[in-house]
């Protein structure tokens, strides 16, 4: 954690407040790095661009943890910026997840023709959610610049201040995220569309992906906001284990799924449909289209 930055004992400046696993740390660089090649192959295999973000959160743990890695050979004598680099890229890799996991639902919206049934115009809906994360980022990021170059106990906590900050917007607008998902589910369960019920897309199974996706990552922001809340001083910066039960294993979690699960299927029916609207924008009739469909499906 970098609100350690500045814990001092008998010895002088301490990171850490405990002797960070090395054998944890590769374990889990492995797991994410194994994860960043099959999301890779799946971006490549798919076309599924809008995971490109998710694929990046990847690869931000698998260098966070190997950072954490090479930081813990170094116990006691730690460097800053192998510390620093684990800290901050641990920190920010859900971000990514979450922008495109964002995404997922502006277009199942719009594939199932159920946009009366969202909380926001599903034209804002996904740049609305994608603003929130990018404050987030900005934050987080922003904080962890401010902890890196600390010269004093004010601009740690400062630097802290700005990443809880940052955490408490992820919080809101993921929070928000996952009630105008439930909302969404409720109202189309209810009065199902036209669409939705002739649709071979499994689209219920993705809105359970998302159900548990957003839970993963919501519990594991929860936890760094309290972490960073606590301060220095705080019990859950005292134990390495919450950094791997709370965060490494839930993101692991979230990747995996991701992996099994990709919602393919939904993407590549939103470009279809983007891709029709681009022919009536440019003048096609609809026999024109039905030509293009019949065309697609042979």
């Known amino acids: ?27 889990f660089a492995a797991v994410f790095f194994t994860l960043s090649a099959r999301h890779l192959q799946l971006l490549v295999k798919t076309r599924t661009w ?32 192998p510390y620093v680099a684990q ?10 997840y979450a922008a495109s996991i964002y995404m997922v639902l502006g277009r199942l919206l719009r594939i199932l023709e159920a ?9 804002w809906l996904t740049k609305f959610f994608l603003m929130g994360d990018i404050l ?29 900050l940052g955490l408490g917007i992820q919080v809101v607008f993921f929070g928000f995220f996952m009630i105008v998902t439930t909302v969404f589910h409720f109202r189309i369960t209810m009065n199902p569309t036209t669409k939705s019920i002739y649709t ?16 993963l990552i919501m519990v594991r922001s929860v936890f760094r906001m309290i972490e960073y809340a606590q ?4 019990s859950l910066i005292q134990k390495e284990v919450y950094v791997y039960v709370l965060d490494a294993l839930l993101m692991a979690f979230v990747s995996v799924v991701f992996s099994v699960y990709q919602p393919s299927d939904v993407l590549k029916e939103h470009k279809i449909l983007a891709d029709e609207d681009a022919l009536r924008t440019a003048g096609f009739d609809n026999l024109s289209l039905h030509v293009y469909d019949q065309r697609r499906q042979g």
């Open 115 to 123: 946009e009366k049934y969202s909380l926001i115009k599903v034209k």
């Open 50 to 81: 809008c995971f490109i973000p998710f694929f990046v959160g990847c690869l931000f743990e698998t260098l966070g943890y190997a950072s954490r890695g090479y930081s813990a050979k170094q116990t006691p004598d730690w460097d800053l910026m």
């Open 1 to 27: 954690m970098l609100s350690a930055l500045v814990t001092k004992d008998d010895s002088g400046f301490k990171l850490y407040h405990y002797e960070p696993s090395f054998a944890a740390a590769i374990l």
């Open 87 to 96: 800290s901050m890229l641990i920190l920010l890799g859900p971000a990514f």
């Open 200 to 215: 071979n897309m499994p689209w219920q199974r993705f809105i359970w992906v998302l159900y548990f996706s957003s839970l």
């Open 136 to 164: 987030s980022i900005f934050g987080q990021g922003g904080g962890g610049g401010m902890l890196a170059t600390a010269k004093s106990e004010s601009s740690q906590n400062l630097g802290n201040t700005v990443i809880l």
């Open 231 to 234: 301060g220095q001083d705080g």
